[in-house]
């Protein structure tokens, strides 16, 4: 049971980084390809009908990871709830700009809501990176399961660390490369060739960097994310939108799942004692309410995938980001 509910948690949490993980990579790219403010109202019409319903996985994933794995929970929270309540407040921001864009009169009110969706998702992107980064380095846990230290230094120092600094600009390549990939195929006209060039872009710089970190540090979870870049950057160049945009949704899937099993049945590793670390069976809730949940998400977890596969497939035509002849 806890094995089951460990994977559903992971679940959760690729199809957060996935979903919202295209939305946050358009709000980045919207200034930089659309030339103007039509150009950039199609690019934001490509995730209008899908962001909020995207946005239900992180409640999913933190609600999930709260009732199953409480302690694991706790301490995560406690260890970073600066950077959490940073978090909060960006996805606010994000979302007032993406449903004000549209309300009020005159292109510098769009041009100033464009700018802080992008400021926003940069922001939100490069935290949730740096958050990743700390759970393969981990954090100060106690022998009591509590993160040491008081004060915010105690939330705010993990993210110091090379490990959080590599999250971040890792999470905003493959923000932007997920972005491209989508906008190249939601949209058409001008925004589509310019995405699909970004796409070939992003896909092939992402192959000569991965390429050398990983003969650099022989690591071969590296290198085979250099040649799916690689695999990206071919198709794209060929016009292969939904195999390109599956590819780097695969490659970021399988990112997350190497993050929370990077330490195997460790979920949250202590730099104080390995001894103290958080593991699956001892974060765990009490077996009658794994099989509470289970009940409930036997109910629940369906009846949302297929929600929003029905959305999806409801506005699965491609915004057209050309002007039409009046």
């Known amino acids: 049971m806890v094995t089951v509910w460990f994977a559903l948690v992971v679940l959760c949490w690729v199809l957060f980084f996935v979903l919202e993980g295209f939305d946050f990579g358009v709000g980045l790219l919207g200034p930089v390809l659309g030339r103007d403010d039509h150009e950039r109202g199609a690019i934001v019409r490509t995730v209008g009908p899908f ?8 409640v999913a994933a933190i609600g999930v990871t709260f009732a199953a794995f409480p302690d694991w929970y706790a301490a995560l929270l406690s260890g970073l709830y600066l950077p959490m309540a940073a978090l909060l407040l960006l996805l606010a921001v994000r979302g ?3 449903e004000f864009r549209g309300k009020g009169d005159g ?3 769009r041009r100033r809501c464009d700018a ?3 400021a926003s998702s940069a922001g939100i992107v490069a935290l949730w990176g740096a958050v990743l980064g700390v759970l393969t380095h981990g954090l100060a846990v106690g022998a009591d399961g509590q993160v040491t230290g008081t004060g915010p230094a105690r939330s705010l120092a993990p993210l110091a660390s090379w490990p959080a600094l590599a999250g971040a600009v890792l999470a905003l390549y493959a923000a932007l ?3 491209a990939t989508f906008l190249a195929l939601r949209t058409t006209g001008p925004v589509h060739a310019r995405a699909r060039t970004w796409s070939g872009r992003l896909a092939t710089a992402g192959t000569l960097l991965l390429g050398t970190a990983g003969i650099a540090s022989s690591s071969r979870l590296v290198l085979a994310a250099a040649v799916l870049c690689m695999g990206v950057a071919l198709v794209a160049r060929h016009g292969h ?3 390109a945009f599956a590819a780097t949704a695969l490659g970021v899937a399988a990112a997350v799942v190497a993050v929370f099993t990077v330490h195997g049945d460790v979920v949250l590793r202590s ?3 390995p001894a103290w670390s958080l593991t699956t069976t001892g974060a765990a809730a009490t077996g009658s309410a794994l099989r509470l949940l289970s009940v409930v998400g036997v109910v629940v977890l369906p009846g949302v995938l297929v929600y929003q596969a029905f959305s999806y497939w409801v506005f699965r035509k491609r915004v057209a980001s050309e002007r ?3």
Not at 51 to 58: A, F, P, Q, S
Request: no cysteine; charged share 15%.
């Open 51 to 58: 962001w909020d319903g995207n946005e239900v996985w992180l």
């Open 96 to 98: 007032v700009a993406l």
């Open 107 to 109: 292109p510098a009110w």
């Open 116 to 118: 802080a969706l992008a």
């Open 177 to 179: 490369l997920i972005g």
């Open 241 to 243: 939108e939904l195999v």
């Open 271 to 273: 730099t104080l004692d």
């Open 324 to 326: 039409v002849p009046s």
